[in-house]
Each structure stands twice: as C-alpha cells, then as structure tokens.
C-alpha cells in the first residue's frame, strides 16, 4: 500500500508569490488533515477534510491560505500571496476514519525569502 | 496557548540503557494521547498510543505511561538503541478532533 505522498518536497519562493503545495493521500482515506511546523515548534494543525468537506479549518492562519480536496481524493494547499511567516515545513496526514492513526506524509519544506 | 508542552529540547543517552520521554497537557478534556517518531527528511511516524481509561500501555521495548491527576506522560524506550534516535511528538486529541501536538524532544542514543 503507498504511504501519504507529498509534493513538491521543497519550495523556494520569494514574498508576494504564490505556491501550491499537493498530498495524495493513502487510497480510501476519507480522512485528510494539513499540518504545519516552523523551526522547530510544535505541529500544528491546519485543517481537516472529510472526503471532499472541510470539517475543521480552525488552524488556518488567515486567509492567504486556501485549502481543496476535489472529489475527496488528493489536496492542494495554495498560499497567496506568501510571506516570510509562512516558511516552514507543511505535513499532510489521512486516516481511514476520525479515530484510526493519522499517517504522515514526508512533508514539504516551504521558504519564503 | 500550547496545550501539549515537551519541556526538554533533547536528550541524550547510552546503548542499552533506559530512555524517558516527557510530556504535560493543560487540556483536561483529552481522552487519546499518542507518541509519533520523526527521522530527519521524513513524516511522523505512529509509535505508541493510551487512552484516559489506561494509565499504561506496552508495545516491545516502548511503554506508555498515563497520570491524569498530573497531566503528565511519559515514553520509556527499554533498551534504547541507536536507530532510536529521532525527534519524539508527543499528541493528544478528544473525541477524534483535531491532534495537539508538542514541540518535539529530540533522542540521541549514543553506541
């Protein structure tokens, strides 16, 4: 079974620029969560799908971030415009269902100059 | 406001001897707790897991220990080994929302 993909696994950006990160999922995950570590902190969550509904966006930073997950199968997760806050690295986990373990995918390392 | 708080940065220890993980939580209302592993260039990986109705749960070498009372868990690696090594997460949920994570503590495990 192929584990939580992720892509790109890095991204340079500069400030003001847009950037579109994807996770795939684990086939038949209804369960797709966004997560997100800067420097060294803690994990934290950014929102959470049920197939293709947002159930719990409450981690969103602010409007610059947009998630989708069309057809409730892969993600995207699009920052626009950047800024030097966002960088860090954005971890996208699923699960069968809201208690079954999350499995992480290796994440992508976004900087923003 | 962090709800789950890992206090040591790192730790560091010998081959064959005991490693202690700890971990506080502020949120009474947590009734799943689990330990996730982390490698360098890779995701977190699933290690252990208590619920609030157990005070402790053992898989191998890896024991999970749960003080509601104190708000406070622990991660035993017996005999630590040094493919331990790794940044251990501490989390915790309610209800299946969303996961609290910890900052991480970072294990060497020195031959």
């Known amino acids: 079974e192929a584990g939580v993909t992720q892509f790109p696994s890095h991204s340079v950006i500069e400030k003001g620029q847009t950037v579109t990160l994807r996770c795939d999922p684990i086939?038949?995950?209804?369960?797709l969560y966004w997560y997100r570590r800067v420097m060294g902190k803690e994990i934290k969550f950014l929102l959470h799908?049920?197939?293709?509904?947002?159930?719990?966006e409450s981690g969103m930073p602010n409007n610059r971030f947009l998630a989708e997950r069309t057809g409730g199968t892969y993600s995207t997760l699009k920052v626009q415009p950047a800024e030097l806050e966002d960088s860090g690295v954005y971890f996208c986990?699923?699960?069968?269902?809201?208690?079954?373990?999350?499995?992480f995918g290796p994440g992508t390392r976004l900087t923003v100059l | 406001d962090q709800q789950v708080k890992q206090n040591s940065p790192s730790l560091s220890v010998q081959e064959g001897r005991i490693s202690i993980l700890n971990c506080d939580y502020t949120?009474?209302?947590?009734?799943?707790f689990l330990w996730y592993k982390k490698y360098p260039a890779e995701g977190p990986t699933f290690l252990i897991s208590?619920?609030?109705?157990?005070d402790k749960n053992e898989d191998g070498r890896f024991t999970v220990f749960l003080n509601k009372s104190a708000k406070h868990l622990s991660l035993h690696i017996v005999p630590s080994q040094p493919g331990d090594s790794a940044v251990y997460f501490c989390?915790?949920?309610?209800?299946?929302?969303?996961?609290?994570f910890g900052a991480g503590t970072r294990l060497f495990v020195k031959a």
């Open positions: 086939s038949g995950h209804d369960n």
């Open positions: 799908f049920v197939k293709e509904s947002k159930q719990d």
């Open positions: 986990a699923s699960s069968r269902t809201i208690t079954d373990t999350q499995y």
């Open positions: 949120n009474s209302m947590f009734d799943y």
């Open positions: 989390a915790a949920s309610h209800l299946g929302f969303k996961t609290i």
């Open positions: 208590i619920s609030s109705i157990k």
